[in-house]
């Protein structure tokens, strides 16, 4: 499998971004490809915070929620996923399938053997990661969730549509662009350090797949694995849950998110972030705060 690494001279010196990485190349199933992750934080922490990104973001997202969590004394994993990042990103648009992105994920926890995970997620980071639990049930604990869902096979309506059409034209999307676009307030800096990870085109194949492999249809990728959750969370899950939602996203907004919280067993009434767009981790400092004051931490 060809593979591109973005070199690490791109990710010097990029805002509020000073997390040394760390890297596993031996997933089984992925042996040779370089999977990054952030490791924060004390390792017999009582508690870690798995924080899932989505497209086309990276776990640069997380950079103002990580540290509200390890000065609360706990510990924090943020991997990047393959074609994000500073992971490899295999050249072939066909690499990037839905059990791609989410074998990995599965071989990665293993790997590190993460266990009293709260699972924090947005994006495809709660598409793919909202399948991870009813998998593991005994390895994750709490929840926390913003701007995604479970998409199960049904259209997703016309925002996605747009999004979808939007990104089919889009072969070497302007990322920082988009950004910049989608949450008011980021820097010029923090703009380009979400493009750091993608020098050109040929680096951004994961980009380009990810809108494709949405369950929109019944007989897609993934369908019964989304089925199977939504189930189990609204039917097995009792751990806490803490819902946040960017009030001005287009496509996973609030009617996204009522009908998620409805499908999460005890999930309360959402933290609503009136100036938050789809990625509302921009403003993930006071979410970071709510939530561990909301799950008593």
């Known amino acids: 499998m060809q593979a591109l690494r973005t070199d690490d001279s791109r990710f010097a010196d ?13 997933l089984p199933g992925y042996e040779g490809l370089r999977v990054h992750y952030v490791d924060e934080g004390p390792r017999d922490a009582a508690t870690t915070f798995l924080c899932l990104h989505g497209q086309p973001a990276w776990s640069y997202l997380y950079r103002k929620m990580i540290p509200i969590f390890t000065e609360a004394g706990y510990r924090v994993v943020a991997p990047d996923l393959l074609g994000f990042g500073r992971s490899d990103k295999p050249v072939e648009d066909a690499v990037y399938t839905f059990h791609f992105h989410r074998n990995m994920l599965r071989a990665f926890i293993a790997a590190l053997d993460l266990q009293r995970m709260t699972l924090v997620c947005q994006d495809w980071g709660g598409i793919l990661g909202l399948t991870l639990p009813p998998d593991m049930p005994e390895r994750f604990d709490r929840l926390l969730v913003m701007n995604t869902t479970i998409p199960t096979g049904q259209p997703a309506g016309a925002g996605f549509d747009a ?40 680096y951004k194949a994961g980009v380009r797949r990810f809108p494709e492999l949405v369950m929109t249809s019944p007989d897609m990728e993934g369908v019964a694995d989304a089925k199977r959750a939504a189930a189990w969370w609204q039917t097995e899950w009792s751990g806490p849950s803490f819902m946040a939602v ?34 509302v981790q921009e403003r993930g400092g006071p979410i970071a705060k709510a939530a561990l004051e909301a799950f008593g931490l």
């Open 246 to 279: 960017g009030m001005l996203d287009p496509v996973l907004g609030p009617d996204i998110m009522a009908d998620l919280r409805s499908a999460i067993r005890g999930c309360p009434r959402p933290l609503e972030i009136a100036d938050g767009g789809h990625f």
């Open 163 to 202: 999004w979808r059409a939007f990104n089919r034209s889009q072969h070497d999307m302007n990322i920082p662009g988009l950004f910049k676009r989608a949450q008011a307030g980021l820097s010029d800096a923090e703009a380009a350090a979400y493009g750091a990870p993608f020098p050109d085109a040929a």
């Open 14 to 26: 990029l805002p509020g971004y000073g997390f040394a990485p760390h890297y596993t190349d031996t």
